[in-house]
């Protein structure tokens, strides 16, 4: 466990990162062979884009360093299927779902996504399918599932939303009309 600590502590840089640029605090490392070769923080307010999720972020790393190598579709499966994520909450439904397809090993996370957890708070999509994938383009790729285990550092995390909902979030959308609160 003292290994997944170690990660989980590099993960919260990236979350610490994140609160200190505005974004929601959360952050990620990919690990393959005992080493941090991807990292990524969220930047949906820097972006703009709602789909930028530290996962994602952490993922399209490797994917564009890969893609420089030459690696093909199968290659870059393979890869996948050694390396290791450390979140500091638990993957959404998009990026569990992500995750599954791409064929990542294994996850741990720290808290607990009860909003919108994709590794059993709200789906359990890690547990995937065991169909095999059809690596020609033909057919979509199917979730394969990976090993999950959560609640590493889950108090360090959420005392990072804490912070980030108590300052506020100035990128957030301005309520278009007054929000009417029942007289009791």
């Known amino acids: 466990m003292g290994e997944a600590v170690a990660f989980m502590e590099r993960a919260l840089e ?59 579709q199968a290659q870059v499966a393979e890869k996948f299927a050694g390396c290791d994520l450390y979140v500091t909450c638990e993957p959404c439904i998009m990026c569990a779902t992500a995750l599954s397809i791409l064929g990542i090993r294994e996850v741990y996370f720290g808290c607990a996504n009860d ?36 609640g590493i550092m889950a108090e360090e995390a959420v005392a990072l939303f804490r912070c980030f909902y108590e300052q506020g979030n100035p990128n957030a959308p301005r309520p278009h009309r007054p929000v009417r609160i029942a007289q009791q």
């Open 14 to 72: 990236q979350a610490k990162f994140a609160l200190d640029n505005l974004e929601v605090p959360v952050g990620c490392v990919i690990v393959e062979d005992g080493k941090v070769i991807s990292s990524g923080s969220n930047r949906t307010n820097a972006t703009r884009n709602a789909t930028r999720h530290a996962e994602m972020e952490a993922i399209d790393v490797l994917l564009q360093e890969w893609q420089r190598m030459g690696l093909d």
């Open 115 to 150: 909003k919108f957890g994709g590794c059993g708070s709200v789906m359990s999509l890690h547990k995937g399918s065991t169909s095999s994938d059809d690596l020609s383009g033909s057919q979509p790729p199917k979730p394969k599932g990976f090993k999950c285990t959560g």
